[in-house]
């Protein structure tokens, strides 16, 4: 049986995204989601091998999507200016991006929110290089947890990179995400005042004097 073509791949994996967010992860089945595009059951297995790995090749698709939207916003801050002034908006920017990117791909932003990457990887039935796939954007959040650190303090140890976690990670996930808030400018410019406060307090030193080039996942 032959391989949809990558359009066809899209669009597939833009019904299971929307299906998922507008029905409940459970609702993504192979036939459901043959019944939306009229691609053969046999096709959708021949690309992705299982419903596992459908749903796991559309959270990639979103994860990945997103990391580049955030990765270029801090691209784009920090080429506005130097100095920490300029590594401050970086990091508003690197915080504000969940925000952003409900905004811009909604069904893309409410999908990762709706399907966990924890109880994907629990699930146990993904193929090994996937799960791979996903476990390796870890790295790239940490590597902008590292640049970030760096922009703002000329350092990246332990001490550093949990202040840069906090603002870009729990900020967020408590002021937005785990309320499933709408991210308008309220909310927005709470959580930019929020991590320009956070950042006001540079972290202690640690105890040792060694610096750290990667971050805690």
């Given at each position: ?62 994860a990945q999507r997103f990391l580049t939207m955030q990765n270029g916003a801090v691209d784009a801050a920090l080429e506005?200016?130097t100095g920490q002034d300029a590594a401050i908006e970086a990091v508003v920017a690197a915080a504000d991006a969940p ?119």
């Amino acid at each position: 049986m032959p391989r949809p073509r990558v359009h066809d791949l899209e669009q597939l994996m833009d019904a299971a995204e929307k299906l998922a967010v507008d029905s409940g992860p459970a609702a993504v089945t192979v036939r459901a989601l043959s019944e939306l595009t009229s691609v053969s059951n046999g096709a959708i297995y021949h690309a992705f091998g299982s419903r596992a790995g459908l749903v796991g090749q559309v959270w990639l698709r979103a994860a990945q999507r997103f990391l580049t939207m955030q990765n270029g916003a801090v691209d784009a801050a920090l080429e506005l200016g130097t100095g920490q002034d300029a590594a401050i908006e970086a990091v508003v920017a690197a915080a504000d991006a969940p925000a952003r990117f409900l905004l811009d791909a909604p069904v893309s932003g409410r999908f990762l929110l709706t399907v966990r990457r924890n109880e994907l990887l629990g699930a146990g039935d993904l193929s090994n290089d996937l799960a791979a796939d996903i476990r390796n954007l870890d790295d790239t959040l940490a590597e902008l947890f590292v640049r970030l650190s760096r922009a703002m303090w000329h350092r990246a140890d332990r001490n550093a990179v949990d202040v840069i976690r906090d603002c870009v990670v729990e900020l967020p996930g408590a002021l937005l995400l785990r309320g499933r808030r709408t991210p308008d400018a309220a909310v927005r410019q709470r959580l930019a005042a929020a991590v320009h406060a956070l950042l006001a307090l540079e972290p202690p030193l640690p105890l040792s004097t060694s610096v750290h080039t990667t971050a805690d996942k």
